[in-house]
């Protein structure tokens, strides 16, 4: 798409596709490429004249958020985020975006929606698009950032639900934490670089915005000047989000940390009532083995005589004693009596 003075003139751009021969249409290009090939984003690059490197960087994907500068091209790598609360997950998308005086070419991999929010803002706001290329970034950046925000609260609900869940004694909300946390951990690494980002696009000064060269050199001064403070401001605000973005974030993972904390300390707790319940079954089972045993000893030395003094062999000794069976039942008592003493002090009775 071509744009002169903020409207839309044209889908069709001049050829060959070159910084002149766009700075010669007095406005400036933007070109969407959707998941390029190698060849075909190397082809662009070379029309364009890219740098090798950022080129590279765009073909190879997988990048990880940042802002560099090759000359007058500024190369940025957004990561766009959308979330999917029944699974529980974040989907990762890349927006990589060169943003030179006469062109802005946007590639973009994987499924995002805010692309085509960028886009129908752009169109939506020729006053905008009056200030330059670096309008379009703005209005890149900034539904990137927006496009946080659901995530932001898919997040949170879930985190919620997580927190009730703590002490219901759901023995899977270790997994679920474990795992939202690491949806976190990706989503901080997408979303804690566009701060420092929004922050050297806020500050970078006179190299920041172009105004179509076609103007004369003092209108474009008076232009750039304006520009360059309404920028300033648009991407103040954009910085200000990516804070609060970076900070929820930052809060998310520290409340997911806790709760896996509360959850191992209530799993700890509950295994600790556990084996005092089991300790205390064991010790009650232990008295009443000793009882048992106890019992069973004081009745065995009874037994034990009678069954001696009850097998009537011939040659016995006291066998036909007529005091035998008195002393033979005193003998038992004593025993038995003895027996029961003795457990008794030791406290086994």
């Known amino acids: ?111 995002s929606r805010d692309l085509a929010v960028a886009r129908s803002r752009i169109e939506a706001s020729p006053d905008l698009l009056h200030q330059g290329p670096y309008a379009v970034l703005y209005e890149v950046f900034d539904a990137v950032v927006d496009g946080y925000r659901p995530v932001i609260l898919g997040l949170e609900n879930d985190i919620t639900e997580i927190e009730d869940q703590l002490f219901s004694q759901n023995t899977s909300v270790s997994q679920r934490i474990y795992e939202l946390a690491r949806e976190v951990i990706s989503f901080q690494r997408a979303a804690r670089p566009t701060v420092a980002m929004a922050e050297e696009l806020q500050r970078a000064g006179s190299g920041a915005v172009w105004i179509s060269p076609s103007r004369s050199l003092r209108t474009r001064a008076a232009d750039r000047n304006e520009a360059e403070l309404e920028f300033g401001r648009r991407m103040r605000d954009v910085h200000d989000h990516t804070v609060a973005v970076a900070e929820r974030a930052d809060e998310f993972r520290q409340m997911l940390e806790n709760a896996l904390q509360v959850h191992a300390t209530l799993v700890a707790q509950q295994q600790n009532e556990e084996m005092a319940k089991i300790s205390d079954l064991s010790l009650k089972q232990g008295e009443a083995a000793k009882k048992i045993s106890s019992w069973a000893a004081i009745f065995l030395a009874p037994t034990l005589i009678a069954g001696i003094y009850g097998m009537n062999f011939n040659e016995m000794p006291e066998l036909h004693w007529a005091l035998g069976y008195p002393f033979a039942l005193s003998l038992m008592g004593v025993a038995a009596f003895t027996l029961y003493r003795t457990f008794k002090k030791v406290d086994w009775l």
């Open 1 to 111: 798409m071509l744009f002169v003075g903020g409207k839309h003139v044209s889908d069709t751009l001049p050829t060959p596709l070159t910084p002149d021969t766009l700075r010669a249409t007095g406005g400036f290009a933007i070109i969407e490429l959707d998941s390029p090939t190698p060849e075909e984003m190397r082809k662009v690059g070379q029309e364009l004249g890219l740098h090798e490197l950022a080129v590279n960087d765009t073909v190879n994907a997988h990048q990880r958020s940042k802002l560099e500068r090759y000359g007058d091209v500024v190369f940025l790598v957004l990561h766009t985020a959308d979330y999917d609360d029944a699974a529980e997950k974040v989907a990762f998308g890349e927006i990589h975006l060169f943003v030179a005086p006469t062109f802005v070419v946007a590639i973009q991999r994987g499924a």
